[in-house]
């Protein structure tokens, strides 16, 4: 299998004198983004070779607690839904928005 083609996903990171995040910018033209503001950003990189996750996770200092706590709950069920694609394996599926809900309900997320 050849590449046809290539697709490149950009983020800006302007930081403070301490090198924590002020602002964040993303692009990806092949989705219609460009120059995009966000105050968070969790990146996981799977190198294949040791078997190991790498991962980056940026937020901006002015991103508002309750906005973070949305967040992470947002990603854990985007991750339960990648993982029954990826895997269909639906009971553990099931079992990770069970705990989606548990979190919400703790949090408070859902009214």
């Not at 990171?13 to 092949?30: C, F, H, Q, R, T």
Request: hydrophobic letters at 35%.
């Amino acid at each position: 299998m050849s590449v046809k083609h290539t697709s490149e996903i950009k983020f800006k990171i302007g930081l403070d004198e301490n090198k924590v995040p002020e602002e964040m910018y993303w692009s990806a033209k092949d989705g219609g983004i460009e120059n995009e503001a966000s105050k968070a950003i969790m990146i996981s990189v799977w190198d294949h070779q040791k078997k190991d996750t790498l991962r980056m996770d940026l937020w901006t200092k002015d991103m508002p607690v309750d906005e973070m706590k949305q967040f992470y709950h947002q990603t854990l069920v985007s991750m339960a839904d990648t993982f029954e694609r990826a895997t269909d394996d639906q009971k553990m599926s099931a079992t990770m928005r069970d705990f989606c809900d548990y979190f919400a309900e703790k949090l408070e997320l859902k009214k």
